[in-house]
């Protein structure tokens, strides 16, 4: 199998053309990255583009939805909750769904939270997350169309960490790394195994007071934050919403 990526310079959102070899057959994932180096790896590798897989509906992942579909006449898939929120989905794919493209066989996993719809697609050791768990941090439960931080937690720690430690991460965002990595060293899995302890530390987010619970590194050379407001509700907010001391 073939993984090439290309990333999105100021969103930092990345885009995959995945080829069972090269002269075969090939999908895309997400395509918020541009298009170009893409289009260049399709064309080298002589692979036939068929199909582009949506984690789901965010701005910053279906930028190029258009030059895919006029380029190579893909279909465009991703899970119902989403497709009802663009205008250029072919057809959907439900929870469990596995996509046959050639010699690829993609198993499409739920993975609520971020957003109400967000699937993760695992194909032959690797899992394409969108924007559910990034290398050292996870996603936000802030965003247009997500739900809870519950369902983000779930979706990580009873999903994707059940999967095989050396399954390699292609997030949505930046970097890759492995789930043995994340189990290993994010300080949100870390804290929700219990292995490290909640901070106190009171703050002020959007203006409201709460518990700042968790500040680590975000994938963009920010900062998430982990809070609780003191209704006792958890929540996860980017840094910048965040003001402490």
């Not at 072919?90 to 690829?104: H, K, Q």
């Not at 999967?163 to 930046?174: A, C, E, I, M, W």
């Not at 900062?223 to 402490?244: C, E, F, L």
């Amino acid at each position: 199998m073939i993984i090439e990526r290309s990333m999105h310079p100021d969103w930092l959102s990345n885009a995959y053309l995945v080829a069972d070899r090269e002269g075969g057959t090939a999908v895309v994932i997400d395509s918020g990255g541009p298009s170009g180096d893409l289009l260049a790896a399709a064309e080298r590798l002589g692979v036939d583009v068929q199909l582009l897989l949506l984690t789901h509906h965010h701005a910053d992942h279906v930028a190029e939805n258009s030059v895919w579909k006029e380029r190579h006449g893909v279909e465009i898939l991703t899970h119902p909750l989403e497709a009802d929120l663009l205008e250029d989905v072919d057809r959907t794919i439900e929870a469990g769904e596995i996509v046959e493209a050639g010699g690829l066989a993609i198993d499409s996993v739920l993975t609520p939270g971020h957003t109400a719809g967000m699937l993760n697609f695992i194909v032959d050791g690797n899992v394409f997350t969108g924007d559910t768990l990034f290398k050292g941090s996870v996603g936000g439960v802030r965003a247009p169309g997500s739900t809870s931080f519950a369902d983000l937690k779930r979706s990580i720690m009873e999903v994707l960490m059940a999967l095989p430690k050396d399954t390699r991460v292609h997030p949505g965002h930046t970097d890759p790394t492995t789930i043995a990595a994340e189990w290993e060293g994010n300080a949100f899995v870390r804290l929700w195994r219990g292995i490290d302890d909640e901070s106190s530390e009171r703050c002020r987010v959007f203006e409201d007071e709460a518990t700042l619970v968790l500040w680590a590194p975000d994938y963009d050379g920010g900062y998430k934050a982990w809070v609780r407001w003191d209704d006792g509700a958890d929540d996860i907010v980017p840094g910048s919403a965040v003001t402490r001391g």
